[in-house]
């Protein structure tokens, strides 16, 4: 197994729909691991093209109740990788998704909503 350690910041909240019972958000999303495959000398770490991500392995993350999410790409997609010389890889990407959230408002306006954003991995 690969311990995977993950950050996330929420840039904005965007929209909540009373309606649709979701919210869409900003979020950066961070994950690191090592895999000892990249190791390799020096003592400065690599920062590689977004577009390399398909040549490595990353975690499966995904965002339970997401009805629609999707990677910024402008002017190039929104991807950050460096691997350090000990082979640790720092993954990073920007991401808006639209999360289903319950809401029981029989009490409005004096209701009080709790929504959620929680990240799993398949495996």
Known sequence: PVSVG???????????SEINMDYTATIFL????????LCFDGNKSL???????EMLWVPDTFIVDSKRSF????????????IYPNGT???AIRITTTVSC???LTKYPMDK???TLQLESCK
Do not use: F, K
């Open 47 to 53: 920062s590689l093209d977004g577009r390399l991500v």
């Open 102 to 104: 319950s809401m029981d």
């Open 6 to 16: 993950m950050s996330m910041d929420i840039a904005s909240i965007d929209t909540i």
């Open 71 to 82: 990677l910024h790409d402008v002017t190039v997609e929104n991807r950050l990788i460096r």
């Open 30 to 37: 961070r994950q690191r691991w090592t895999d000892e495959r």
């Open 89 to 91: 890889v720092l993954y």
């Open 113 to 115: 909503q709790t929504c």
